[in-house]
């Protein structure tokens, strides 16, 4: 089979690979969409370290194409969705309410991390009963495939950010994932949603997923402004949703007192993050700092997938461009380098 | 000044009294709209025991009049909404959380219960600074008074709930509360909001307000219906919005193992309220019961009326019926005998 | 191998069984102690249905006989506690944040309900890895085999009670479950414990275990004498231990607005379990009624083993008898009809 | 009347001031017994800004000497305990929970900050019904005024810890705030104490205090000796309770994936705070950071002393030295230059 993979740090390209087998629990995906993510990127720059033809990709939906013996409840044919997080269900962190830190650190994180990723024509599913979730009929794959990372990291932005019925978010940065925090937060009842972007096709495109106002961190200043529209308390929640120290200082900045910072960035650089001493109430503002990694599992994939079948959010127009999977490494290259005001990049295989 | 008084159990009529003068941390408010609740029937009705010349009503928004010494914040003119209850705060159940219950259970609900109610042209305000709302401009003052209780308790109803993202929620009932905590479940992320309702007028609005099923009591089996609709598996939250033993146990019956029984009805009659015990799986499913009064405060009131001024819902869909203060015996009887498909009655001064 | 069963309804004895082999992720545990817990009487009484030949018990300890191709951290001769929960991780409850509803309500609960016990020579554990744990060193056998049920249990009880720090516990019966439920209480920091229980064997243990005051209510009125206690308010949470409608009604009214009633009972009789309306709150005072099924998994096991090894707490106190397994029907008859002052059975292979 | 005064940055003194006099809410108490507290000393050496003959402390108990007109709950004579910090209780972020920061960032640390302190002759408190607790017979003065700050702050660290029962705690520090961080772990249900130290006489009172094992920082890399003694894991949870950023990111580095870093530390200098990049997991190994400032009030001093009165921990072992009030300048002194091994400096009058 053809694999999109990392060939090494700053090469990629396609490769043929053989297909993978299923253990007794897991499953094979035949490939039906995939979309590229920024920590494909990443990865490809070193993010995590060298790889050797490591396949790429971590959202995916596609049809069953083998299942291992002990797999109960899929069957070939099957039109499912796996999430970008593929614990191992039962050790010790997800026991402890973790999942995704399950095995260690991230350790959930398998496709192309531990394992090969999706960007290829079949993939590997680990404990598939409890990973993959059938797609129901009325929702389309590339409105699917977003629940793999998109939705599940963005939401989870807004569930950790203990948002107050009629509360107040500030979302800042209004990437794809930032831009399903914005959705997430207005989806668990906040009452203001700031979303802070300076890129014109975001901003227009933060809007529509449910900010009520955009603060341009070029034109004014974030603090500034977020207290302004928040009658000088600071907001509720804020979340950072870039991964840069500068944009987590001032979300600890426009935090209340009480409220709660939610990271959803990935930080790829330097020793620290760090907390601004006074703002932070010098330790003693009661301002809380979550953190995650995108949740994954078939229930967490079954009930964003009935977020799409009841219509409360459309993912599919953060869809800039489409490619085939010939196309892989065009498609990656506009990715990769930000090119064409490119949000989501969908590939069909 | 006029008031419209429970003149004993079972008898109303307008009065004359003297207008209320404000202690030094209270405000006395001049009253411009008001909506009739069905707690006032059951006042009305002897629900609380026996009060004479007592006057009715807890939901109003008028401006302020006259301020005590101590007051900060608010001004004679200012337009205000003030929530049916009106908490002691620093009292011992406000410190431990939950100021509703101040000075002893449900004793955060004074109007028309401790003291005089809203039916009239001023009423008296306990503790301005912390318990009045200032209403915001694009909000008129027939939208802000649903914040008072309906808003505040029906959304109630679903921030008991702990509603997953994407979860599965029953309302059972649709009167003005059971449709608010529809609105609310749709506001707080639920994936499949399911309406229990008979009646076709509330059918419609509940779907209006997010539901999206209608299950007709009165036509299928309301626990075989939500199963179905739940793959078998029940709701993560019920929600009852009537205050009914049967309703109550069919909530109990619906919910899943690990879910929420959010219960928002109150119980006027009997001497239990019963746990069906088998779907309680033996006291041992894990299974939730929550309950809950009407949270009150200036801040959850400021919250709900952001609510307003950023369109998150629109209550005054409930509104059927609009009466001046001088037809208040006429309003309070198609109220009270639920005349005219009735949903709520809006009093204007 | 030997095995101690449940003929049929009302009937129990030895009988010889074959020695169970393990799937790929199980593992066989020789039997080194076990302890005969209520609920054995109620299998036998008829309380989970007919059954034949069904080998009891879900409390023990042992060592690794066999495991399964896939279990990696376990190996034979391991000294292993087993919970008496043993999940389906991976499932969707267990997904969701309730290992014990896996497969379905109460789904966890397998030993001697959806398979053989452990009251054998071996015993069968399913997904090793994920539900044994290793006892440590320094604890016995006899203690080890108390966090299968007693503690895990009992804690709960205290864990869902959403006790503040200094705050006031009210401990419906002193049973074995209720013994460690008083001193989870104590152990969760609870600032005064009251114990209700009025054998005097028991009234000793629960001081033991941390009960500050004891009430005897075959002597004074519970509910009364507990609100003497806390000052007119009533418990912050009571935990109901006993499994009685009129326990539970007790529980409802000593709890305070804003408290917690949690459920750790198991009621094997009638329609309903009964709230009691007025006390309730009419369905507003903010009560909440927490229940739940005993905690299993590897995680839990660990913990409560820490607690053991830390010297937390001695749960050997409750052993009143001792038997070998030769001697089981005796050991059991004294167990169920409760003769003896009995409390806890230990079982030694 | 006498007070013990910060006369400028750097400078104290004794001085006469007049007797404070109580608005219509308010309490003047007389001081029977105080502590000096470390933020005395930040405060002199101009860690709140310039300050010109205010009177220092927030540690005290007393007599009731006069109360305002609408205070209910108080007479003269009573023997009383007031929290460190006394909110506004109906401001806005009381309302959201978070009391101790009423009336802005850390509003409810008014004395010796925004008002006169405690250490003089008479001091002042507001809103008297909401803050002062009366001491029950049982419980000493010295003991009492543990409560108002050391017990508070210490076991704060614990509750903000989310402690599972039987997990992993560390506690940085063995300070008195950290003393009463360890014993609040102890309290709280975990099953290993950590407590880091390297002075002796500390470390004796943090075994005395619950800590099951001792790491010096001297002699020993923390964080490698936490993994040792947790099996590789981390912590569940981490309290920091020096406030020096090296401490700080020690914390975050000892916590597993999924567990919560506690923070009580003051940081009094630096721009930043910093979190250690790589062993925060790259901002997605959700590792929680959790803040406060002590909390007061009746309710918490209540509870507080009720935990005094059943002995579940005595505080007192950690006065060192004993004053009277007219040697307050040389008791400041041992207090501020860390004299003779001080631990806390009880003042009498």
Redesign the interface.
């Known amino acids: 089979m053809k694999a999109f993979v990392m060939k090494e740090i700053g090469r990629v390209g396609l490769l043929d690979k053989p297909t993978p087998r299923p253990g ?1 629990l897991d499953a094979i995906v035949r490939t039906a969409a995939a979309l590229i993510c920024t920590s494909d990127s990443h990865t490809v720059a070193g993010g995590i370290g060298p790889r050797e033809d490591l396949t790429l990709g971590h959202e995916a939906v596609g049809t069953v194409h083998e299942v291992g013996s ?1 797999v109960r409840d899929f069957r070939p044919g099957d039109r499912v969705l796996v999430g970008a997080i593929t614990p191992d ?13 399950s095995g ?3 350790g959930g994180f398998k496709f192309a991390n531990s394992k090969d990723g999706v960007f290829a024509e079949y993939f590997h599913v680990n ?1 598939a ?2 990973n993959l979730a059938k797609i129901p009929d009325g929702v389309s794959d590339e409105a699917a495939v977003y629940c793999a990372d998109m939705l599940s990291t963005g ?1 989870m932005g807004a ?1 950790h950010g203990d948002i ?5 978010v500030a979302v800042l940065a209004q990437g794809p994932v930032g831009l399903m925090a914005t959705a ?1 937060a207005r ?3 906040a ?2 949603v700031i979303g802070v972007e300076s890129v014109p096709a975001r901003q227009k495109l933060a809007r529509a997923y449910g900010a ?1 106002e955009i603060v341009d961190f070029t034109k004014e200043d974030v603090v500034e402004r977020v207290l302004e529209l928040t009658g000088g ?1 600071g907001v509720d929640t804020a979340i ?1 949703a870039l ?1 840069a120290d500068a944009t987590f200082q001032t979300a600890v900045k426009v935090v ?3 409220g709660t910072v939610s ?15 006074v703002e ?14 995108c949740p994954g ?4 994939m ?6 799409l ?2 219509k ?1 959010v459309d993912p599919t127009r953060m869809t800039t461009h489409r490619f085939s999977f010939d196309e892989m490494e065009r498609a990656f290259e506009v990715a990769d380098k930000k090119l064409e005001d490119v949000v989501k990049v969908l590939i069909t295989f």
């Open positions: 007794p002990e269900w039962g050790d010790a962190a997800s026991q402890n309410g973790f999942p995704s830190q260690g650190p991230l404990h009963d409890a939401f569930e107050p019925m009629g509360g107040t997430g989806l668990l009842g009452g203001l009520d308390q950072e991964g209340k007192p009480g990271n959803v960035g990935y930080y790829g650089e330097g020793e620290f993050v760090r907390i601004p001493r932070w109430g010098v330790g003693m503002a009661d301002k809380t700092i979550a953190s995650g990694l599992g078939r229930l967490r079954e009930r964003l997938l009935r977020m079948e009841t409360r």
